[in-house]
């Protein structure tokens, strides 16, 4: 599938307030690997003061956080989905937090766009934005 244009997004002043309301974050997809983005992406949203929970089919441990096969195994609140999975595989994350919840906010990271899916969290009340790097993003704003 190819990267659609986002047509669902947030601006800047929406991004702001989605961190200042963050306290909680599930890195979708946040590989063990040091040298992966969404490693590197975790551990400056945990250095940045984010509850950060890895979700990944193995490890039990990714810096130093235990870690979720699913999104639906993680028992406490979890404020916004980081995604670092494939477009196609956005809708079922996108599922998994509608049926949750209690998500605020759905994050695609840079490249990955899946507006039906946007969409769908957009009418269930969830705050979007797509294609931009949560660590990009936080640092630009915050310093």
């Known amino acids: ?5 986002p047509s ?3 601006n800047i002043e929406e991004i702001k307030e989605i961190f200042e309301n963050t306290k909680t ?3 979708i997809g946040c590989s063990p690997d040091p040298s992966k983005a969404s490693n590197m992406v975790a551990n400056y ?6 509850k950060m929970v890895p979700v990944y089919p193995k490890e039990d441990e990714i810096l130093g956080e235990k870690v979720y096969r699913s999104l639906k195994e993680i028992p406490f609140k979890v404020d916004m989905v980081d995604i670092f999975r494939k477009p196609d595989v956005i809708g ?6 509608i049926e949750r919840g209690d998500v605020d906010t759905v994050w695609t990271q840079l490249g990955l766009v899946n507006n039906e899916a ?3 969290a957009q009418e269930k009340g969830m ?3 797509q294609n931009k790097c949560t660590k ?4 630009a704003i915050f310093g």
Do not use: Y
């Open 1 to 5: 599938m190819e990267c659609e244009f």
């Open 8 to 10: 669902v997004n947030s």
């Open 25 to 27: 974050i599930a890195v």
């Open 45 to 50: 949203l945990k250095n940045a003061g984010f």
């Open 92 to 97: 079922q994350v996108v599922d998994a937090a």
């Open 118 to 120: 946007a969409k769908k």
């Open 127 to 129: 705050k979007v934005i």
């Open 136 to 139: 990009i993003e936080h640092r």
